[in-house]
């Protein structure tokens, strides 16, 4: 059944109490993305089943606002799809998928979700849309520009700087770009380090190791270049991989089939139209569920 988490003060506690057991460690992400202001609870609909008032089976809906090709849309994303060892194989999964399907037919045309097992959503309508990652080639010496500084999330300066990004964040993709969402992205990216460049007023989610960078998303109010971003990296940077489409970075790299590996394989589905389907992009690490 549905249950709004203003009904019912404890249902956080029972939620998380059984997402601990299915997927370790989320409670402790949910409550660092709560403390940054993006609460889960703030932004997702819970469907449950319960057992002696313990939640034992959990499906949860939020909306997710992207562009697609250019154009602005609300699609729903599937999340959090758990059930408890004991109470599996009875038929409680199916129950709260169809009941959140029921609930999203008149809200939204297109439901999308990200999961290693592709196999349990397929009965229900969702298919796979195939992914490419973005390779490019270079060789920076090192910047030489001002570089990027670690957000402090714990300065109440940086936490409003985080949120004036987020709130004022032009896509980073005219192909596929999440826009206007905090929650999702304070899940994903809020317990990892979070890099600002003051003079392009921009948030980058990188990774280096040695020569190579892998990009994961840009938020600012603008979006820059990829050789403005290397030019701010005070290391020599010899090979990028791009977890987003790199149409605004001013690059053309070729792009290759790519399963997102998010704590394990995560194929992306969608159920209804995507407009993105059959072009060359890759949905950011910042809004997959």
Not at 164 to 169: D, I
Not at 238 to 257: A, C, K, N
Request: aromatic share 10%; with cysteine.
């Amino acid at each position: 059944m549905q249950r709004p988490f203003t009904d019912d003060p404890a249902l956080s506690a029972q939620i998380f109490a059984l997402l601990d057991i299915v997927f370790p460690g989320v409670p402790a992400v949910a409550n660092n993305a709560a403390r940054l202001g993006a609460s889960w609870e703030a932004v997702s609909t819970p469907f449950l089943h319960l057992e002696e008032g313990k939640a034992v089976s959990h499906v949860g809906l939020i909306a997710l606002p992207l562009v697609l090709l250019g154009q602005a849309v609300t699609v729903g994303t599937i999340h959090a799809v758990a059930t408890h060892p004991d109470f599996r194989r009875r038929g409680y999964y199916r129950q709260l998928m169809d009941e959140a399907l029921h609930y999203a037919a008149d809200r939204y045309e297109t439901l999308i979700l990200t999961t290693e097992h592709p196999e349990y959503f397929t009965p229900f309508g969702f298919r796979v849309i195939d992914e490419q990652l973005f390779t490019v080639r270079c060789d920076t010496a090192g910047g030489t520009e001002e570089g990027f500084r670690l957000l402090d999330t714990h300065d109440a300066s940086d936490l409003a700087l985080l949120h004036r990004l987020l709130e004022a964040r032009a896509p980073v993709s005219q192909v596929a770009s999440p826009i206007n969402e905090k929650a999702i992205f304070c899940f994903n990216e809020g317990w990892r380090p979070l890099h600002y460049s003051p003079d392009l007023d921009v948030l980058a989610c990188l990774e280096r190791e040695d020569t190579h960078l892998k990009l994961f998303d840009l938020v600012g109010p603008t979006i820059p270049s990829l050789e403005a971003v290397l030019a701010r990296i005070p290391h020599r940077i010899q090979h990028v991989d791009i977890y987003f489409s790199p149409d605004r970075l001013g690059v053309s790299p070729e792009p290759t089939p790519y399963i997102f590996d998010h704590d394990g394989p995560s194929y992306l589905m969608a159920r209804g139209p995507f407009v993105a389907e059959g072009q060359a992009f890759i949905l950011p690490r910042s809004a997959r569920t």
